[in-house]
């Protein structure tokens, strides 16, 4: 997800994409140590994802 698709989301809205995000993540991380997933830069595509939404999420709950 780019920054600014990021901005536009409700805070509820943040709390569920990074929980998705998460999941994800879990599941490329699981699947690539069984056996190699066909693109391994998504797993860093997912994981940078789920920094911005925690920064985002972080950054309204000291505003």
Same mark, same amino acid.
């Given at each position: ?5 990021? %901005?536009?989301?409700? !805070?509820?809205? &943040? ?7 998460? %999941?994800?993540?879990?599941?490329? %991380?699981? !699947? ?8 391994? &830069? ?11 939404? !925690?920064?985002?999420?972080? %950054?309204?709950? &000291?505003?």
């Amino acid at each position: 997800m780019k920054q600014s698709e990021i %901005k536009d989301l409700s !805070a509820a809205e &943040l709390q569920s994409k990074l929980g998705e995000l998460q %999941k994800t993540y879990a599941d490329l %991380k699981s !699947a690539h140590a069984i056996s190699p997933v066909e693109n391994p &830069l998504q797993i860093k595509f997912v994981r940078r994802s789920i920094a911005r939404v !925690a920064t985002e999420l972080s %950054k309204r709950e &000291l505003q």
